[in-house]
């Protein structure tokens, strides 16, 4: 299957997405799993850019856009009502296949972000999990083994040289089974990262925006040696790329940031990320005019309320890019970001179902003057003695 998709034909991603149709969902999550993991997995470094590069970018994507087509089916088969068994277990089915073919999807990322080259010594860890052995028994994916952009994770995991080499694509030697400059146009895969979390998985969303936290670091901030020392230099993201993830991410606080705590706090992280990637102009130009534009179509059009969210995005500017001598912090520019999206992210699960209660007619509470005034009460302005007072009283009987 590899050898047959690696011919010049196939190496598109709607080529290869057509390549799918004809498969069922399951078939299509054992193939990825059975077949293109282990690809990848037993793959030396030294042909990443002839066997890797050419052809996994292509599968992935269109396994993506197959994923999300499932997702949106399933979406529209929970507006109608299933009378018969035959409807009800046809659900149950499409949502078991949507959930599996998630998991490998971000499985698949996952280790392409992470992934050096092949190492005998992990073949005999590596064999149980490219033969399907701990596909069924959960729905969530394994990803407690988080990245880091430095190269540096409590886990021992950080980007790999197949991500490096993904980054620095438009700069390798052009091979006649694909075309660079299209590969360049979504380094990382962050594109294809980015329609997932739009997905109805708040588990799958949160990984995925935690993902796209990091990547966006390691793709804007490249590490040079310069005489013996560390330098950091910052590339900012194109408007293009910038614009398509920060649409990614209200999609996913529309969708996902009411119903999980964990999930709004790894959008809101992704936001700021993506914010600060872009060059400032870009950032008050291009992402402050789509942030309007999701706004108003969230407020039905309401052009009185265009005003203030000039207003808010303003001032959510000035604190991202304000103070440079005292730049905010990281939880107070989220904090900020998470108060302009509020109408998107809408009314949180734990608050959706709770009754308002509100009691006008309840007298002020008014608190003695003995308690308000504790340094001036003498005991004797009270006409009753409480406990043992009088033990300690300087009169004697």
Known sequence: FCCLLCKKDFC?????????????????NNLLRSIVRPFIRQCPRQYFETAIIPLVPSIVEAAIERTGARWNDLILSDGRSCDTEEEIAAELVLDRSARLLSRT??????????????DTSEQSISSKEDCGEFDDDNDDVDMSETFSANGQSDTGNSVGHLAKLLVNIHSMSSEPQYNPQCVSENPLLLRSLAKILSWPDTSICSKAAHGISTLVEMLTNSVTQNNCSQKIATTPLPATMGEFILFGILCGLHVNGRNAE???????YAGVKTYLAVDIAVARQNLRSLITRVLMNTLNGD???????????????????????????????????????????????????RDEVQIYNLPPLRRPKWLRIRDHRNTTDIENDFGLTNLFSNGTD
């Open 262 to 268: 964990n999930a709004l706090n790894c959008l809101l």
């Open 105 to 118: 999807c971000l499985d698949i990322l996952r280790l392409i972000y992470t992934f050096n080259g092949y």
């Open 12 to 28: 598109q991603p709607n080529i290869v997405g057509s390549a799918f149709e004809h498969l069922p969902d399951l078939k299509l």
């Open 303 to 353: 052009k009185t309320k265009e005003g203030q969210i000039q207003q808010q995005l303003q001032t959510f500017e000035e604190k991202m890019f304000g103070n440079q001598d005292k730049p905010a912090t990281m939880r107070a520019k989220r904090d900020a970001f998470k108060k302009i999206v509020d109408p998107i992210i809408g009314v949180p699960l734990s608050q959706r179902f």
